[in-house]
């Protein structure tokens, strides 16, 4: 099964190299589009959040300077907006480093196209080819259908592209 895989991955990406890359990248954008659009949505919530929190501090320092509470009821409140505060950054560089790899999107799949070409006329497989193309290979369990045929769904993850499945 892995070895037509591959075989069939690099005939397309030997004879129609640019729909090839087209699916390639239509595949991953369209993935990435959901990704990136829940994730500039959750770094503009945040962004929110911070800009009220500083406001807070200020006017909670202010009201401390002015006698309007006391040092421990500042302490308290000051003590959770800070923690608040230090994890939204946190959430907010995470998230910002998500975003950061959904650009690592396209310069992955051209990476994939030279290096699938490379095995058009492939044979056998051996542990150098299966290292260089593969990330990993998830098979899971035998289902039995109604009509008593047995089958086994393999799932190929390819390096810099994922799970590719051609039509």
Known sequence: IVLENIRSHANIAQSAEDQYLEMLMNLK????????????VELQRIEKRLSEVSA???RLYEDLALGRINEERYDDMYCG?????????????TL??????TSEVFQNVE???????????????N????????????????TIGDDG?????????????GVVEIE
């Open 29 to 40: 954008t369209d993935q990435q589009k959901q990704d990136v659009k829940k994730i500039k």
């Open 56 to 58: 807070i501090i200020k």
């Open 81 to 93: 907006l800070n923690e608040e505060e230090k994890e939204l950054k946190n959430k907010q560089k």
């Open 96 to 101: 910002q480093k998500e975003l950061d790899k």
């Open 111 to 125: 990476k994939f196209i030279p290096l699938i070409r490379k095995y058009t006329d492939i044979q056998e497989l």
């Open 127 to 142: 542990a150098y080819i299966l290292n260089e193309l593969i990330k990993r290979i998830v098979v899971h369990e035998k």
């Open 149 to 161: 045929k047995k089958t086994q769904k393999v799932e190929i993850y390819y390096k810099f592209v």
